[in-house]
């Protein structure tokens, strides 16, 4: 199994700035992801953080906010731009073990925008 | 597309009872796997169980056990001698080959003394 380090575990930002999350997984993967959760609900996915490529958004999701890099096979950033009330959420880690099936998480951000 | 249903937003269950969540889901893909992750307070996803749809028997880890339905689509997770470590958010999860995972809406476990 992978263990992942996600950070920082929470933070407080005005609004227009931004954060950088960083994913760190004890071991190379080749699938990391990032989601994000709304307090309540499902984890809606963002986008996959391709390894010396730029990373593949879904749909309502863009580059432009959610700028994310990926430099080698177990580190992963994602930015949250010019931030407003309505990012406030948690954003989630993932990377995925391509041999047994499974996904692994961080314990994730909670990020409030003020 | 993939989606997966939980319909359950909420269930509650005494201590040593036992209780069952539903979960349906929707694919053209033959070759995928399903799971159950938890998610306590702690926000941290732990993965319960996994389900390889090519094997037809029910996966089971220790209380926990799946009903597989192939057919019907159905992923149902049962819970035996519940316990109050057992109170979570516990999200239904499928993934096929490409790897994404599409996640239900979740289902609040409440476990009571």
């Known amino acids: 199994s992978a263990v992942i380090s996600q950070k920082p575990s929470r933070d407080i930002c005005q609004r227009g700035t931004s954060l950088t999350i960083q994913c760190q997984v004890d071991?190379?993967?080749?699938?990391m992801f990032w989601y994000r959760q709304q307090p309540g609900q499902s984890l809606t996915l963002i986008a996959t953080?391709?390894?010396?490529?730029?990373?593949?958004?879904e749909s309502g999701f863009v580059i432009d906010k959610f700028p994310i890099s990926r430099p080698n096979l177990t580190f992963s950033t994602l930015t949250v731009s010019n931030m407003s009330p309505e990012d406030s959420s948690i954003y989630l880690c993932?990377?995925?073990?391509?041999?047994?099936?499974?996904?692994?998480f961080g314990q994730g951000t909670r990020l409030t925008v003020v | 597309a993939q989606t997966v249903t939980q319909s359950q937003p909420e269930m509650s269950v005494q201590e040593a009872e036992t209780v069952t969540l539903s979960c349906t889901y929707d694919?053209?893909?033959?070759?995928?796997?399903l799971f159950w992750y938890k998610q306590p307070p702690s926000r941290q996803m732990i993965l319960v169980i996994r389900?390889?749809?090519?094997?037809?028997q029910n996966a089971t880890e220790n209380r926990f056990s799946v009903n597989f339905q192939k057919a019907a689509k159905s992923f149902s997770l049962k819970i035996s001698d519940s316990q109050l470590g057992d109170t979570a958010m516990y999200f239904c999860?499928?993934?096929?080959?490409?790897?994404?995972?599409?996640f239900g809406a979740g289902t609040q476990v409440v476990v009571t003394p």
């Open positions: 993932s990377a995925e073990d391509r041999a047994n099936t499974e996904a692994f």
């Open positions: 071991s190379q993967v080749t699938m």
């Open positions: 953080a391709n390894q010396g490529s730029e990373a593949t958004y």
């Open positions: 694919t053209s893909e033959n070759n995928y796997y």
């Open positions: 389900q390889e749809a090519y094997k037809q």
């Open positions: 999860a499928f993934t096929d080959s490409w790897g994404k995972f599409q």
